[in-house]
C-alpha cells in the first residue's frame, strides 16, 4: 500500500493569513492526489484533484501544487468558515489511502 | 444533482456480519469510468477506503479487510452494498460511500453511524 504522511497535524492561524499542509507519498503517485475538507459532524468535500486542479464551486483561495511524492495544499486568506480538517488522498493506485489529516483552527 | 445515502443497523454484536447499503441518484453506475467506493471513520480518526465496485462490476478491497469484505451493486444500478463479516468493536465507525470519478471521491453521503458492542 502506498503510504501518505501528511503534515503538520493540527495547525492555528489568524483570520487573513496563508497556511500550507504538506502531504508526502511512499512512493510517485504522478499526481494522483486529492485534497478534502471536513467539518465537524460532516462528510468531507472534495476541495483539489490531480494534484492542482479545482473542483467546481471550491473558492479560488485553495490552491493545491506538487508532484512525484510531495504534495501540498494552500489557503489564501484564511476565513473562519475554513475551520475544518483537511485530509489528501492518493487514488494512482489501489488501495487508495489517506493522509492523518490536518486539523485548523482559528488563532 | 448527484445524491448519495448509506443505511445500516446503526448497532450490532460482536461476530455478526454488518450490512450497509447505498442509495444514490444523479448520476448512473453504469456510465464508464463510474465507481462507488466505501470509506469509514471512526470517531476522531482519519479515513479508511474499504471496497469500490465500477460500472463494469469490478470490485476492489482493501487488502487488510479483504477476507471480510463483499460489494455489490443491484442489477438496476442505483444502489451498492457493503458486507462485512465477523465484526468487532474495531469495526465501530461512521461510514460512508461516495462516488468516484477517475480516482477521486467527488460526491460523498452523509455516513451512517456503526456501533459494534455487545
Known amino acids: 500500500d502506498i503510504q501518505m504522511t501528511q503534515s503538520p497535524a493540527s495547525l492555528s492561524a489568524s483570520l487573513g493569513e496563508t497556511v500550507t499542509i504538506e502531504c508526502r507519498a511512499s512512493?510517485?503517485?504522478?499526481?494522483?492526489l486529492a485534497w478534502y475538507q471536513q467539518k465537524p459532524g460532516k462528510s468531507p468535500q472534495l476541495l483539489i484533484y490531480?494534484?492542482?486542479s479545482l473542483h467546481t464551486g471550491v473558492p479560488s483561495r485553495f490552491s493545491g501544487s506538487g508532484s512525484g511524492t510531495q504534495y501540498s495544499l494552500k489557503i489564501n486568506s484564511l476565513q473562519s468558515e475554513d475551520v475544518a480538517s483537511y485530509f489528501c488522498?492518493?487514488?494512482?493506485?489501489?488501495?487508495?489511502?489517506f493522509g492523518a489529516g490536518t486539523k485548523l483552527e482559528l488563532k | 444533482q448527484v445524491t448519495l445515502k448509506e443505511s445500516g443497523p446503526g448497532m450490532l454484536q460482536p461476530s455478526k456480519t454488518l450490512s450497509l447499503t447505498c442509495s444514490f441518484s444523479?448520476?448512473?453506475?453504469?456510465?464508464?469510468?463510474?465507481?462507488v467506493s466505501w470509506i469509514r471513520q471512526p470517531s476522531g480518526k482519519s479515513l479508511e477506503w474499504l471496497a469500490a465496485?465500477?460500472?463494469?462490476?469490478?470490485?476492489y478491497y482493501n487488502p487488510s479487510l479483504k477476507s471480510r469484505l463483499t460489494v455489490s451493486k443491484d442489477t438496476s444500478n442505483t444502489q451498492v452494498f457493503l458486507k462485512i463479516t465477523s465484526v468487532d468493536i474495531a469495526d465501530t465507525a461512521t461510514y460512508y460511500c461516495?462516488?468516484?470519478?477517475?480516482?477521486?471521491?467527488?460526491?460523498w453521503g452523509q455516513g451512517v453511524m456503526v456501533t459494534v458492542s455487545s
Open positions: 461516495a462516488r468516484g470519478l477517475m480516482g477521486t471521491l467527488d460526491y
Open positions: 444523479g448520476f448512473s453506475l453504469s456510465t464508464s469510468g463510474m465507481v
Open positions: 465496485i465500477d460500472w463494469d462490476g469490478d470490485k
Open positions: 512512493e510517485d503517485i504522478y499526481n494522483g
Open positions: 490531480n494534484a492542482n
Open positions: 488522498q492518493q487514488y494512482y493506485n489501489y488501495p487508495y489511502t
